[in-house]
Protein backbone atom coordinates (compact mmCIF):
# COMPACT_ATOMS: atom_id res chain seq x y z
CA UNK A 1 0.00 0.00 0.00
CA UNK A 2 3.24 2.31 0.86
CA UNK A 3 4.34 1.70 -2.60
CA UNK A 4 1.28 2.32 -4.20
CA UNK A 5 1.03 5.84 -2.56
CA UNK A 6 4.44 6.41 -3.34
CA UNK A 7 4.22 5.48 -6.74
CA UNK A 8 0.70 7.69 -7.14
CA UNK A 9 2.52 10.57 -5.16
CA UNK A 10 5.41 10.36 -7.65
CA UNK A 11 3.19 10.49 -10.85
CA UNK A 12 1.71 13.24 -8.88
CA UNK A 13 4.59 15.69 -8.27
CA UNK A 14 5.86 14.67 -12.33
CA UNK A 15 2.39 15.67 -13.73
CA UNK A 16 2.83 19.04 -11.29
CA UNK A 17 6.76 19.65 -12.48
CA UNK A 18 5.32 19.85 -15.81
CA UNK A 19 2.53 22.10 -15.47
CA UNK A 20 4.85 24.35 -13.35
CA UNK A 21 7.24 24.54 -16.64
CA UNK A 22 3.91 25.13 -18.60
CA UNK A 23 2.99 28.13 -17.01
CA UNK A 24 6.51 29.02 -16.76
CA UNK A 25 7.13 28.74 -20.25
CA UNK A 26 3.61 30.13 -21.00
CA UNK A 27 4.86 33.57 -18.40
CA UNK A 28 7.64 33.61 -20.64
CA UNK A 29 6.10 33.98 -23.54
CA UNK A 30 3.64 36.26 -22.34
CA UNK A 31 6.11 38.45 -21.08
CA UNK A 32 8.21 38.41 -24.18
CA UNK A 33 5.09 39.46 -26.05
CA UNK A 34 4.48 42.03 -23.75
CA UNK A 35 8.25 43.46 -24.52
CA UNK A 36 7.63 42.81 -28.23
CA UNK A 37 4.42 45.17 -28.20
CA UNK A 38 6.11 47.64 -26.26
CA UNK A 39 8.51 47.93 -28.79
CA UNK A 40 6.27 47.74 -31.44
CA UNK A 41 4.18 50.89 -29.86
CA UNK A 42 7.15 53.19 -29.31
CA UNK A 43 5.49 56.67 -29.92
CA UNK A 44 6.45 58.37 -32.96
CA UNK A 45 7.77 61.83 -32.36
CA UNK A 46 7.52 64.41 -35.28
CA UNK A 47 9.67 67.57 -34.30
CA UNK A 48 8.64 70.59 -35.76
CA UNK A 49 10.81 73.55 -35.97
CA UNK A 50 10.30 77.28 -37.16
CA UNK A 51 13.05 79.38 -37.70
CA UNK A 52 13.76 82.86 -36.04
CA UNK A 53 10.63 83.89 -34.04
CA UNK A 54 10.00 83.95 -30.46
CA UNK A 55 7.32 84.28 -28.05
CA UNK A 56 6.51 87.56 -29.22
CA UNK A 57 5.17 86.01 -32.47
CA UNK A 58 3.28 83.57 -31.20
CA UNK A 59 -0.59 84.03 -30.60
CA UNK A 60 -1.13 81.24 -27.30
CA UNK A 61 2.03 83.29 -25.85
CA UNK A 62 0.00 86.81 -26.30
CA UNK A 63 1.46 87.97 -29.39
CA UNK A 64 0.13 91.31 -30.30
CA UNK A 65 1.13 91.28 -34.25
CA UNK A 66 -0.03 87.92 -35.16
CA UNK A 67 -2.87 85.24 -35.22
CA UNK A 68 -1.40 81.68 -35.33
CA UNK A 69 -4.33 78.98 -34.86
CA UNK A 70 -2.52 76.03 -35.64
CA UNK A 71 0.06 76.31 -33.31
CA UNK A 72 -2.79 77.72 -30.48
CA UNK A 73 -4.67 74.57 -30.89
CA UNK A 74 -2.05 72.09 -30.66
CA UNK A 75 -1.47 74.11 -26.98
CA UNK A 76 -5.24 73.43 -26.25
CA UNK A 77 -4.40 69.40 -27.39
CA UNK A 78 -0.98 69.56 -25.79
CA UNK A 79 1.11 71.50 -23.53
CA UNK A 80 2.32 74.94 -23.91
CA UNK A 81 5.75 75.51 -21.94
CA UNK A 82 6.08 79.04 -20.54
CA UNK A 83 9.90 79.11 -19.77
CA UNK A 84 11.69 77.64 -22.54
CA UNK A 85 15.16 79.07 -23.78
CA UNK A 86 17.64 78.77 -26.65
CA UNK A 87 21.01 78.57 -25.22
CA UNK A 88 22.96 80.12 -28.12
CA UNK A 89 20.51 82.73 -30.03
CA UNK A 90 21.72 81.98 -33.42
CA UNK A 91 20.94 78.78 -36.02
CA UNK A 92 24.28 77.23 -36.39
CA UNK A 93 25.57 77.14 -32.68
CA UNK A 94 22.05 75.96 -31.55
CA UNK A 95 21.61 73.20 -33.73
CA UNK A 96 25.29 72.10 -33.25
CA UNK A 97 23.72 71.77 -29.31
CA UNK A 98 20.87 69.59 -30.49
CA UNK A 99 22.41 67.26 -32.46
CA UNK A 100 25.53 66.54 -29.42
CA UNK A 101 23.24 67.28 -26.29
CA UNK A 102 25.91 69.33 -25.09
CA UNK A 103 26.33 73.28 -24.94
CA UNK A 104 28.73 74.59 -27.99
CA UNK A 105 30.98 76.50 -25.49
CA UNK A 106 31.68 73.08 -23.79
CA UNK A 107 33.30 72.61 -27.11
CA UNK A 108 34.53 75.51 -28.77
CA UNK A 109 31.92 75.84 -31.78
CA UNK A 110 29.41 78.77 -30.23
CA UNK A 111 30.77 80.70 -33.47
CA UNK A 112 28.90 80.61 -36.29
CA UNK A 113 30.37 78.48 -38.97
CA UNK A 114 33.40 77.34 -36.68
CA UNK A 115 34.06 74.46 -38.32
CA UNK A 116 35.99 72.97 -35.50
CA UNK A 117 36.97 69.32 -34.99
CA UNK A 118 35.12 67.01 -32.05
CA UNK A 119 36.56 63.40 -30.83
CA UNK A 120 34.91 60.40 -31.05
CA UNK A 121 32.97 60.63 -27.58
CA UNK A 122 30.71 63.20 -28.52
CA UNK A 123 28.10 61.40 -29.69
CA UNK A 124 25.10 62.40 -31.93
CA UNK A 125 21.52 62.21 -30.52
CA UNK A 126 20.29 60.66 -34.24
CA UNK A 127 22.58 57.68 -34.18
CA UNK A 128 21.24 56.81 -30.62
CA UNK A 129 17.95 56.91 -32.44
CA UNK A 130 18.50 54.70 -35.14
CA UNK A 131 20.68 52.33 -32.63
CA UNK A 132 17.44 52.06 -30.98
CA UNK A 133 15.13 51.34 -34.29
CA UNK A 134 13.86 54.13 -34.88
CA UNK A 135 13.29 55.58 -38.75
CA UNK A 136 15.27 59.00 -38.81
CA UNK A 137 14.95 61.85 -41.17
CA UNK A 138 15.64 65.38 -41.38
CA UNK A 139 13.65 67.79 -43.56
CA UNK A 140 16.10 68.97 -43.67
CA UNK A 141 18.34 71.73 -41.92
CA UNK A 142 21.71 70.32 -41.29
CA UNK A 143 23.85 73.06 -40.26
CA UNK A 144 25.50 71.51 -37.35
CA UNK A 145 28.58 74.15 -37.16
CA UNK A 146 31.14 71.02 -37.42
CA UNK A 147 33.50 69.60 -39.11
CA UNK A 148 33.76 65.88 -38.90
CA UNK A 149 35.17 62.93 -40.64
CA UNK A 150 31.90 61.18 -38.82
CA UNK A 151 29.14 62.86 -40.50
CA UNK A 152 26.21 63.14 -38.74
CA UNK A 153 24.12 63.05 -41.61
CA UNK A 154 24.84 59.98 -42.42
CA UNK A 155 22.77 58.76 -39.44
CA UNK A 156 19.65 60.31 -40.95
CA UNK A 157 17.33 57.77 -42.84
CA UNK A 158 16.23 59.87 -45.24
CA UNK A 159 17.49 63.73 -45.61
CA UNK A 160 15.50 64.40 -48.51
CA UNK A 161 12.02 64.84 -49.98
CA UNK A 162 8.67 65.26 -48.54
CA UNK A 163 8.67 64.38 -44.66
CA UNK A 164 5.76 62.47 -44.56
CA UNK A 165 7.03 60.32 -47.37
CA UNK A 166 9.61 59.26 -44.14
CA UNK A 167 6.78 57.43 -42.69
CA UNK A 168 5.51 55.60 -45.38
CA UNK A 169 9.44 54.11 -46.13
CA UNK A 170 10.29 52.56 -42.57
CA UNK A 171 9.44 49.22 -41.81
CA UNK A 172 5.83 47.67 -41.24
CA UNK A 173 5.49 48.30 -37.14
CA UNK A 174 9.09 50.72 -36.94
CA UNK A 175 8.70 53.73 -35.08
CA UNK A 176 9.39 56.92 -36.86
CA UNK A 177 11.51 60.36 -35.40
CA UNK A 178 10.91 63.02 -37.76
CA UNK A 179 12.47 66.30 -37.79
CA UNK A 180 10.57 68.98 -39.83
CA UNK A 181 11.96 72.09 -40.12
CA UNK A 182 9.62 75.73 -41.20
CA UNK A 183 12.10 78.33 -42.84
CA UNK A 184 8.23 80.75 -43.75
CA UNK A 185 9.26 82.55 -40.56
CA UNK A 186 13.28 83.12 -41.32
CA UNK A 187 14.90 86.40 -41.11
CA UNK A 188 15.24 86.44 -44.94
CA UNK A 189 11.61 86.75 -45.29
CA UNK A 190 11.64 90.19 -43.24
CA UNK A 191 13.74 91.73 -46.16
CA UNK A 192 12.88 92.91 -49.81
CA UNK A 193 10.40 95.36 -51.26
CA UNK A 194 8.49 96.11 -47.67
CA UNK A 195 5.36 98.24 -49.23
CA UNK A 196 4.99 95.59 -51.80
CA UNK A 197 5.19 92.92 -49.59
CA UNK A 198 3.09 93.52 -46.56
CA UNK A 199 -0.76 92.49 -46.36
CA UNK A 200 -1.57 93.68 -43.49
CA UNK A 201 -1.50 97.75 -42.35
CA UNK A 202 2.01 98.69 -40.63
CA UNK A 203 0.47 101.06 -38.47
CA UNK A 204 -1.07 98.36 -36.45
CA UNK A 205 2.09 97.09 -35.40
CA UNK A 206 3.23 96.59 -31.91
CA UNK A 207 6.65 97.80 -31.70
CA UNK A 208 9.34 96.83 -28.75
CA UNK A 209 10.12 99.52 -26.94
CA UNK A 210 13.42 99.70 -28.25
CA UNK A 211 12.29 100.18 -31.53
CA UNK A 212 12.12 103.48 -32.81
CA UNK A 213 8.94 104.04 -34.36
CA UNK A 214 10.09 104.55 -38.01
CA UNK A 215 8.44 103.55 -41.51
CA UNK A 216 10.85 101.35 -42.41
CA UNK A 217 10.49 99.21 -38.92
CA UNK A 218 6.56 99.26 -39.02
CA UNK A 219 6.66 97.94 -42.14
CA UNK A 220 9.23 95.03 -41.57
CA UNK A 221 7.04 94.03 -38.48
CA UNK A 222 4.52 93.94 -41.03
CA UNK A 223 5.96 91.70 -43.47
CA UNK A 224 7.67 89.18 -40.97
CA UNK A 225 4.08 89.11 -39.21
CA UNK A 226 2.89 87.47 -42.58
CA UNK A 227 5.46 85.24 -42.91
CA UNK A 228 4.81 83.93 -39.09
CA UNK A 229 1.73 83.48 -40.18
CA UNK A 230 2.46 81.54 -42.92
CA UNK A 231 4.59 79.41 -40.96
CA UNK A 232 1.86 78.82 -38.80
CA UNK A 233 -0.07 77.45 -41.69
CA UNK A 234 2.35 74.89 -42.33
CA UNK A 235 2.56 73.37 -38.68
CA UNK A 236 -1.33 73.22 -39.36
CA UNK A 237 -0.85 71.32 -42.92
CA UNK A 238 1.73 68.35 -40.79
CA UNK A 239 -0.77 67.94 -37.98
CA UNK A 240 -3.28 67.09 -41.24
CA UNK A 241 -1.02 64.95 -42.97
CA UNK A 242 -0.36 62.65 -40.12
CA UNK A 243 -4.39 62.58 -39.54
CA UNK A 244 -4.71 61.29 -42.89
CA UNK A 245 -2.12 58.48 -42.57
CA UNK A 246 -3.78 57.65 -39.68
CA UNK A 247 -0.75 58.20 -37.32
CA UNK A 248 -1.78 61.39 -35.71
CA UNK A 249 -2.83 59.17 -32.55
CA UNK A 250 0.45 57.36 -32.57
CA UNK A 251 2.71 60.73 -32.83
CA UNK A 252 3.98 62.63 -29.99
CA UNK A 253 4.09 66.49 -32.01
CA UNK A 254 7.04 68.83 -30.35
CA UNK A 255 6.95 72.60 -32.19
CA UNK A 256 9.03 75.24 -31.26
CA UNK A 257 11.35 78.09 -32.79
CA UNK A 258 15.42 77.45 -32.96
CA UNK A 259 16.13 80.66 -31.34
CA UNK A 260 14.19 83.95 -31.11
CA UNK A 261 13.77 86.93 -33.69
CA UNK A 262 13.96 88.83 -35.72
CA UNK A 263 13.93 92.16 -35.88
CA UNK A 264 16.97 93.59 -34.93
CA UNK A 265 18.31 93.19 -31.43
CA UNK A 266 16.15 89.69 -31.21
CA UNK A 267 18.03 86.64 -33.23
CA UNK A 268 21.94 87.05 -31.98
CA UNK A 269 21.16 88.62 -28.95
CA UNK A 270 20.86 87.29 -25.23
CA UNK A 271 18.11 89.33 -24.44
CA UNK A 272 14.46 87.95 -24.08
CA UNK A 273 13.25 88.55 -27.54
CA UNK A 274 16.46 86.57 -28.81
CA UNK A 275 16.29 83.37 -26.49
CA UNK A 276 12.70 82.69 -24.93
CA UNK A 277 10.88 80.46 -27.29
CA UNK A 278 7.64 78.81 -27.60
CA UNK A 279 7.81 75.17 -26.89
CA UNK A 280 4.43 72.76 -27.40
CA UNK A 281 4.15 69.77 -26.87
CA UNK A 282 1.18 67.44 -27.56
CA UNK A 283 1.27 63.12 -26.42
CA UNK A 284 -1.22 61.20 -27.62
CA UNK A 285 -3.85 59.63 -25.00
CA UNK A 286 -2.56 56.46 -25.25
CA UNK A 287 0.79 57.56 -23.57
CA UNK A 288 -0.86 59.92 -20.95
CA UNK A 289 2.44 58.17 -18.67
CA UNK A 290 4.27 60.28 -20.85
CA UNK A 291 2.14 63.73 -19.42
CA UNK A 292 3.79 66.55 -17.53
CA UNK A 293 3.62 65.21 -13.60
CA UNK A 294 0.16 66.94 -12.42
CA UNK A 295 -0.77 68.34 -16.05
CA UNK A 296 -3.45 67.46 -18.68
CA UNK A 297 -3.68 68.94 -22.19
CA UNK A 298 -4.55 72.48 -22.49
CA UNK A 299 -2.50 73.02 -19.51
CA UNK A 300 0.99 75.73 -19.38
CA UNK A 301 3.57 73.94 -17.65
CA UNK A 302 6.06 76.85 -15.72
CA UNK A 303 9.23 74.17 -15.73
CA UNK A 304 12.50 75.74 -17.21
CA UNK A 305 13.38 74.26 -20.38
CA UNK A 306 16.82 74.75 -21.89
CA UNK A 307 17.29 73.87 -25.63
CA UNK A 308 20.14 71.52 -24.26
CA UNK A 309 17.58 69.23 -22.31
CA UNK A 310 15.67 68.81 -25.63
CA UNK A 311 18.22 65.82 -26.81
CA UNK A 312 18.27 63.98 -24.16
CA UNK A 313 14.73 64.14 -23.18
CA UNK A 314 13.94 63.01 -26.83
CA UNK A 315 16.13 60.03 -26.25
CA UNK A 316 14.49 59.19 -23.42
CA UNK A 317 11.15 59.68 -25.02
CA UNK A 318 12.27 56.89 -27.44
CA UNK A 319 13.84 54.60 -25.19
CA UNK A 320 17.02 55.01 -26.85
CA UNK A 321 20.14 55.14 -24.40
CA UNK A 322 21.32 58.60 -23.51
CA UNK A 323 25.30 59.27 -23.74
CA UNK A 324 26.90 60.06 -20.20
CA UNK A 325 28.27 63.51 -21.70
CA UNK A 326 25.11 64.83 -22.43
CA UNK A 327 24.73 68.12 -20.18
CA UNK A 328 20.69 68.83 -20.43
CA UNK A 329 18.22 67.38 -18.54
CA UNK A 330 14.97 65.19 -19.18
CA UNK A 331 11.88 67.26 -18.40
CA UNK A 332 9.39 64.55 -20.24
CA UNK A 333 8.12 61.51 -19.36
CA UNK A 334 9.39 58.21 -16.66
CA UNK A 335 12.85 59.39 -16.45
CA UNK A 336 12.00 63.04 -15.44
CA UNK A 337 14.68 64.78 -13.51
CA UNK A 338 14.75 67.38 -10.88
CA UNK A 339 13.37 70.66 -12.58
CA UNK A 340 16.48 73.09 -12.54
CA UNK A 341 16.58 76.53 -11.19
CA UNK A 342 18.43 78.51 -13.95
CA UNK A 343 19.03 78.65 -17.42
CA UNK A 344 22.20 79.72 -19.36
CA UNK A 345 22.73 81.34 -22.48
CA UNK A 346 25.89 82.32 -24.75
CA UNK A 347 26.91 84.00 -27.54
CA UNK A 348 29.59 84.13 -29.68
CA UNK A 349 30.94 85.15 -32.88
CA UNK A 350 28.48 86.00 -35.78
CA UNK A 351 29.55 85.89 -39.13
CA UNK A 352 32.97 87.71 -39.01
CA UNK A 353 32.01 90.34 -35.59
CA UNK A 354 34.17 89.20 -32.84
CA UNK A 355 31.87 89.20 -29.49
CA UNK A 356 31.28 87.57 -26.27
CA UNK A 357 28.47 87.65 -23.80
CA UNK A 358 27.38 84.53 -21.14
CA UNK A 359 23.62 85.31 -20.19
CA UNK A 360 22.02 83.42 -16.59
CA UNK A 361 18.27 83.71 -15.77
CA UNK A 362 15.81 81.96 -12.92
CA UNK A 363 11.83 82.53 -14.81
CA UNK A 364 12.43 85.97 -13.87
CA UNK A 365 15.82 87.73 -13.48
CA UNK A 366 18.43 87.35 -16.10
CA UNK A 367 22.03 88.34 -15.88
CA UNK A 368 24.00 89.67 -18.44
CA UNK A 369 27.81 90.16 -18.39
CA UNK A 370 29.72 91.32 -21.63
CA UNK A 371 32.99 90.34 -22.07
CA UNK A 372 33.57 92.35 -25.29
CA UNK A 373 31.68 96.07 -23.95
CA UNK A 374 34.23 97.75 -26.31
CA UNK A 375 31.96 96.66 -29.20
CA UNK A 376 28.42 97.99 -29.31
CA UNK A 377 25.39 95.22 -29.42
CA UNK A 378 24.17 96.56 -32.39
CA UNK A 379 28.50 96.61 -34.41
CA UNK A 380 27.38 96.05 -38.58
CA UNK A 381 26.47 92.78 -39.68
CA UNK A 382 25.83 92.35 -43.58
CA UNK A 383 23.07 89.32 -43.32
CA UNK A 384 21.03 91.54 -40.35
CA UNK A 385 21.64 94.76 -42.29
CA UNK A 386 20.01 93.54 -45.28
CA UNK A 387 16.87 93.55 -43.03
CA UNK A 388 15.50 97.54 -44.80
CA UNK A 389 14.37 97.70 -40.49
CA UNK A 390 18.33 97.75 -39.29
CA UNK A 391 19.58 100.16 -41.63
CA UNK A 392 16.74 102.44 -41.26
CA UNK A 393 17.36 102.30 -37.24
CA UNK A 394 20.68 102.69 -37.52
CA UNK A 395 20.82 106.15 -40.13
CA UNK A 396 17.92 107.39 -37.40
CA UNK A 397 20.55 107.12 -34.60
CA UNK A 398 23.37 108.90 -36.31
CA UNK A 399 21.21 111.87 -37.55
CA UNK A 400 21.08 112.02 -33.52
CA UNK A 401 17.29 110.75 -33.55
CA UNK A 402 16.88 108.48 -30.93
CA UNK A 403 16.44 108.56 -27.38
CA UNK A 404 18.28 106.74 -24.43
CA UNK A 405 16.30 103.48 -25.13
CA UNK A 406 15.92 103.30 -29.17
CA UNK A 407 19.95 104.47 -28.95
CA UNK A 408 21.54 102.52 -26.87
CA UNK A 409 21.87 99.55 -29.06
CA UNK A 410 24.74 101.33 -31.88
CA UNK A 411 26.58 102.17 -28.51
CA UNK A 412 29.39 100.49 -26.71
CA UNK A 413 28.12 98.68 -23.64
CA UNK A 414 28.44 98.11 -20.14
CA UNK A 415 29.86 95.69 -18.52
CA UNK A 416 26.85 93.87 -16.43
CA UNK A 417 23.43 93.74 -16.86
CA UNK A 418 20.50 93.32 -14.91
CA UNK A 419 16.52 92.80 -16.16
CA UNK A 420 13.23 91.61 -14.50
CA UNK A 421 11.69 89.86 -17.64
CA UNK A 422 8.13 90.16 -15.62
CA UNK A 423 7.82 94.21 -15.40
CA UNK A 424 10.62 94.76 -18.45
CA UNK A 425 10.72 91.72 -20.95
CA UNK A 426 12.45 94.07 -23.47
CA UNK A 427 15.41 94.29 -21.07
CA UNK A 428 15.75 98.30 -20.98
CA UNK A 429 15.68 98.96 -17.58
CA UNK A 430 19.24 97.96 -16.22
CA UNK A 431 18.76 96.80 -12.52
CA UNK A 432 22.70 95.77 -12.17
CA UNK A 433 23.23 99.14 -9.61
CA UNK A 434 19.89 98.64 -8.00
CA UNK A 435 20.47 97.96 -4.01
CA UNK A 436 17.05 96.11 -4.06
CA UNK A 437 18.01 93.42 -6.39
CA UNK A 438 21.57 93.09 -4.95
CA UNK A 439 20.77 89.42 -3.59
CA UNK A 440 19.58 88.20 -6.57
CA UNK A 441 22.73 89.36 -8.92
CA UNK A 442 24.76 87.49 -6.08
CA UNK A 443 22.80 84.19 -6.91
CA UNK A 444 22.55 84.81 -10.45
CA UNK A 445 26.55 85.61 -10.75
CA UNK A 446 27.62 82.30 -8.64
CA UNK A 447 25.47 80.62 -10.70
CA UNK A 448 27.07 81.85 -13.99
CA UNK A 449 30.60 81.12 -12.81
CA UNK A 450 29.25 77.37 -11.87
CA UNK A 451 27.74 77.15 -15.39
CA UNK A 452 30.89 78.13 -17.15
CA UNK A 453 33.63 75.97 -15.22
CA UNK A 454 30.71 72.94 -15.36
CA UNK A 455 30.97 73.15 -19.33
CA UNK A 456 34.27 74.66 -19.74
CA UNK A 457 33.53 77.50 -20.88
CA UNK A 458 35.47 78.12 -24.32
CA UNK A 459 35.04 81.87 -24.56
CA UNK A 460 37.33 83.21 -22.12
CA UNK A 461 40.21 82.75 -24.82
CA UNK A 462 39.39 84.29 -28.12
CA UNK A 463 38.24 82.33 -30.93
CA UNK A 464 42.26 82.07 -32.98
CA UNK A 465 44.05 81.72 -30.70
CA UNK A 466 42.36 78.85 -28.24
CA UNK A 467 41.98 76.64 -31.81
CA UNK A 468 46.04 77.69 -32.41
CA UNK A 469 46.53 76.76 -28.78
CA UNK A 470 44.69 73.27 -30.08
CA UNK A 471 46.18 72.96 -32.95
CA UNK A 472 49.96 73.24 -31.88
CA UNK A 473 49.00 70.87 -29.01
CA UNK A 474 47.76 67.70 -31.37
CA UNK A 475 44.23 68.19 -29.94
CA UNK A 476 40.39 68.58 -30.79
CA UNK A 477 39.78 72.15 -28.84
CA UNK A 478 36.88 69.63 -27.15
CA UNK A 479 40.26 68.04 -25.42
CA UNK A 480 42.42 71.11 -24.91
CA UNK A 481 39.69 72.90 -22.61
CA UNK A 482 39.51 69.88 -19.99
CA UNK A 483 43.36 70.31 -19.68
CA UNK A 484 43.83 72.84 -17.01
CA UNK A 485 47.64 73.24 -17.84
CA UNK A 486 46.59 74.19 -20.96
CA UNK A 487 43.49 75.93 -19.99
CA UNK A 488 43.24 77.46 -16.78
CA UNK A 489 39.95 78.72 -16.72
CA UNK A 490 39.40 80.18 -13.48
CA UNK A 491 42.54 81.81 -14.05
CA UNK A 492 41.03 83.69 -17.26
CA UNK A 493 37.92 84.36 -15.69
CA UNK A 494 39.35 85.98 -12.80
CA UNK A 495 41.29 88.54 -14.95
CA UNK A 496 38.37 88.99 -17.15
CA UNK A 497 36.54 90.10 -14.33
CA UNK A 498 39.12 92.62 -12.87
CA UNK A 499 39.36 93.89 -16.53
CA UNK A 500 35.16 94.45 -17.12
CA UNK A 501 35.46 96.26 -13.59
CA UNK A 502 37.24 99.20 -15.64
CA UNK A 503 39.31 100.21 -12.15
CA UNK A 504 42.15 102.00 -12.38
CA UNK A 505 43.79 100.99 -9.47
CA UNK A 506 44.58 97.65 -11.53
CA UNK A 507 46.85 99.55 -13.96
CA UNK A 508 50.53 98.19 -12.56
CA UNK A 509 48.77 94.27 -12.73
CA UNK A 510 47.34 95.06 -15.98
CA UNK A 511 51.27 96.63 -17.08
CA UNK A 512 52.83 93.41 -15.82
CA UNK A 513 50.32 91.15 -17.45
CA UNK A 514 51.06 92.53 -21.04
CA UNK A 515 54.21 90.57 -20.32
CA UNK A 516 52.76 87.33 -18.97
CA UNK A 517 53.92 84.09 -20.65
CA UNK A 518 50.39 82.98 -21.01
CA UNK A 519 48.43 85.17 -23.97
CA UNK A 520 45.21 84.46 -22.60
CA UNK A 521 46.09 86.26 -19.56
CA UNK A 522 48.33 89.39 -22.17
CA UNK A 523 44.54 89.25 -23.85
CA UNK A 524 42.69 90.24 -20.81
CA UNK A 525 45.13 92.93 -19.75
CA UNK A 526 44.78 94.76 -23.57
CA UNK A 527 41.22 94.73 -22.76
CA UNK A 528 41.34 95.97 -19.16
CA UNK A 529 43.37 99.11 -20.54
CA UNK A 530 41.23 99.56 -23.12
CA UNK A 531 38.60 99.81 -21.22
CA UNK A 532 40.35 102.31 -18.82
CA UNK A 533 40.43 104.82 -21.74
CA UNK A 534 42.62 108.12 -20.65
CA UNK A 535 43.05 106.45 -17.28
CA UNK A 536 45.32 103.95 -19.25
CA UNK A 537 47.63 107.15 -20.03
CA UNK A 538 50.88 105.87 -18.01
CA UNK A 539 50.82 101.99 -20.00
CA UNK A 540 51.22 103.55 -23.52
CA UNK A 541 54.45 102.67 -23.48
CA UNK A 542 53.76 99.20 -22.20
CA UNK A 543 51.46 98.99 -25.11
CA UNK A 544 53.39 100.19 -28.06
CA UNK A 545 55.96 97.40 -26.94
CA UNK A 546 53.37 94.82 -26.57
CA UNK A 547 52.08 96.05 -30.20
CA UNK A 548 55.50 95.42 -31.47
CA UNK A 549 55.74 92.12 -29.93
CA UNK A 550 52.15 91.27 -31.28
CA UNK A 551 52.71 92.01 -34.62
CA UNK A 552 56.54 89.94 -35.01
CA UNK A 553 54.77 87.28 -33.61
CA UNK A 554 51.43 87.06 -35.42
CA UNK A 555 49.08 87.47 -32.43
CA UNK A 556 45.82 87.83 -33.14
CA UNK A 557 43.69 89.80 -31.45
CA UNK A 558 46.92 91.68 -29.66
CA UNK A 559 47.55 94.14 -31.98
CA UNK A 560 44.53 95.60 -33.45
CA UNK A 561 43.48 96.46 -29.55
CA UNK A 562 46.62 97.37 -28.21
CA UNK A 563 46.85 100.18 -31.25
CA UNK A 564 43.06 101.01 -30.40
CA UNK A 565 44.11 101.11 -26.39
CA UNK A 566 46.85 103.73 -27.12
CA UNK A 567 44.37 105.78 -28.91
CA UNK A 568 41.92 105.82 -26.27
CA UNK A 569 44.52 106.42 -24.30
CA UNK A 570 45.59 110.00 -25.77
CA UNK A 571 48.08 108.99 -27.72
CA UNK A 572 45.80 109.40 -30.70
CA UNK A 573 48.86 110.63 -33.21
CA UNK A 574 50.61 107.04 -32.26
CA UNK A 575 47.36 105.33 -32.35
CA UNK A 576 46.51 106.24 -35.80
CA UNK A 577 49.74 105.46 -37.13
CA UNK A 578 49.74 102.11 -35.80
CA UNK A 579 46.24 101.20 -36.66
CA UNK A 580 46.82 102.60 -40.14
CA UNK A 581 49.97 100.21 -40.65
CA UNK A 582 47.81 97.27 -40.01
CA UNK A 583 45.32 98.35 -42.72
CA UNK A 584 47.94 98.25 -45.02
CA UNK A 585 49.58 95.08 -43.59
CA UNK A 586 46.27 92.65 -43.90
CA UNK A 587 42.98 95.17 -44.12
CA UNK A 588 41.12 92.05 -44.90
CA UNK A 589 41.29 90.46 -41.38
CA UNK A 590 38.34 90.42 -39.02
CA UNK A 591 40.25 92.03 -36.00
CA UNK A 592 41.14 95.26 -37.84
CA UNK A 593 37.81 95.41 -39.23
CA UNK A 594 35.96 95.19 -36.53
CA UNK A 595 37.88 98.01 -34.47
CA UNK A 596 37.36 100.36 -37.04
CA UNK A 597 33.80 99.91 -37.23
CA UNK A 598 33.74 99.80 -33.35
CA UNK A 599 35.41 103.64 -33.39
CA UNK A 600 33.49 106.50 -32.85
CA UNK A 601 32.78 107.77 -36.55
CA UNK A 602 35.11 110.76 -36.20
CA UNK A 603 38.30 108.81 -34.92
CA UNK A 604 37.97 106.64 -37.64
CA UNK A 605 36.90 108.14 -40.78
CA UNK A 606 40.25 110.43 -41.82
CA UNK A 607 41.94 106.75 -41.54
CA UNK A 608 39.21 105.42 -43.56
CA UNK A 609 39.16 108.12 -45.88
CA UNK A 610 43.02 107.92 -46.47
CA UNK A 611 43.03 104.42 -46.64
CA UNK A 612 39.90 103.98 -49.49
CA UNK A 613 42.45 105.99 -52.08
CA UNK A 614 43.68 102.18 -52.38
CA UNK A 615 43.58 100.57 -56.16
CA UNK A 616 40.66 98.53 -55.30
CA UNK A 617 39.21 96.05 -52.04
CA UNK A 618 38.28 92.81 -51.95
CA UNK A 619 35.19 91.94 -49.94
CA UNK A 620 35.93 92.00 -46.33
CA UNK A 621 34.84 93.82 -42.98
CA UNK A 622 37.07 96.63 -43.52
CA UNK A 623 35.76 97.47 -47.10
CA UNK A 624 32.04 97.25 -45.43
CA UNK A 625 33.09 99.93 -42.80
CA UNK A 626 34.70 102.50 -45.35
CA UNK A 627 31.10 102.04 -48.02
CA UNK A 628 28.98 102.22 -44.84
CA UNK A 629 30.87 105.60 -43.68
CA UNK A 630 29.56 106.77 -46.90
CA UNK A 631 33.84 107.00 -48.43
CA UNK A 632 34.02 106.33 -52.02
CA UNK A 633 36.83 103.34 -52.77
CA UNK A 634 39.10 104.75 -55.50
CA UNK A 635 38.50 102.34 -58.68
CA UNK A 636 41.42 103.37 -60.67
CA UNK A 637 44.18 101.24 -61.31
Request: glycine content about 6%; overall charge positive; some cysteine.
Amino acid sequence: MKIKMTGILLVICFLRGIMNKVILFGLAVLAAGTVLAEDAVRPNILWITSEDNSISWVSCYRSQNTTTPNIDKLAQDGFRYTYCFDNASVCAPTRYTWLTGMHAISCGTQEMRSKVEIPKNVIYYNKQLQKAGYYTSNHRKTDYNLSSSDDPKKYWNQSSGDYASAWKKRKKGQPFFTVYNITDSHESRAFGNLKKNSKRDPAEMKLHSYHPDIPEMRETYAVYADAVEQMDSRVGEAIAKLKANDLYEDTIIIYNSDHGGVLPRSKRFLYASGVHCPLVVRIPEKWKHLYPKGKNPGDTVERIVSFVDMPKTWLSLAGASVPDVYQGKIFLGPDTEPEKEYHFSWRGRADARFDCVRMVRNRRYAYHKNYAPFAPAGQYLAYMHRMKATGAWEKYHKAGKTDEVTGRFFEPRVSEELYDNDEDFDNINNLIDSKKHKKILKKLKAEMRRQQLACFDSGLLPEEIRNQRAQKNNMTVYEMLRSPKLYPLEKYMDQADISLARDKKNLDMFVKNLTDEDIGIQYWAVVGLLLLEKDAAPAIDALKQMHDRAIKNEMPYLAPYSAWAIFRAGDRKLGEKLLYALLEKDYKNSNIGNVMDWMDDDDALPLLKKFAQRKSLATSVTKDVIERAGISISRNP
